[in-house]
């Protein structure tokens, strides 16, 4: 006899109260998977639907806001290896006063940076990129005992 067989002979010696039960079991035990695969997974993507389309459109704002940045920098006309090095001059001065040291070499430039504040440091190297069209190629920073950055920052300069 084949298992197939085994089993409807079996089916059909239960008493109809035993017949009964299984059937239930058999639906509970359907309706669990049909919840655990189908229902349940779609409900928890629902539920976390909304808070993910925040945080969607967060990072598609953040990613615009780069794009106009990006088209900004772009649009802005070449400038000179002496125009670079002028401005450079101009941001360590402004920005960061006393607390750095520039030296030119070439098409590089190394700022030694000795206690200076973070806001400081933050905007001038916003500033060097910009208006220097300076980018940091090398950085070796590290925070003194009284909060301060103290180190060397090489840049590379527009070539000329």
Known sequence: MSRTSQ???RWQALAPREKAM????????GAVLLWMIAIGPALATLRT??????????????MRTLQAQVQVLQ??????HEEALRMLELTVRQRLGTSARLV????????????????ALAQWLAQARVNARALPGEAR??????????GTVVLALPPR
Request: hydrophobic share 40%; aromatic share 4%.
């Open 104 to 119: 030119i070499s070439g098409e590089r430039a190394t700022v030694t940076l000795s206690g200076t504040p973070a806001d």
């Open 141 to 150: 920073l590290y925070r003194n005992s009284g909060g301060l950055w103290e």
């Open 75 to 80: 649009a802005q006309p070449k400038q000179s």
């Open 49 to 62: 639907a909304e808070e993910q389309h925040r945080a969607l459109d967060a990072q598609l704002q953040r």
């Open 7 to 9: 089993l409807r002979t």
């Open 22 to 29: 299984v059937a239930a079991a058999g639906a509970i035990v």
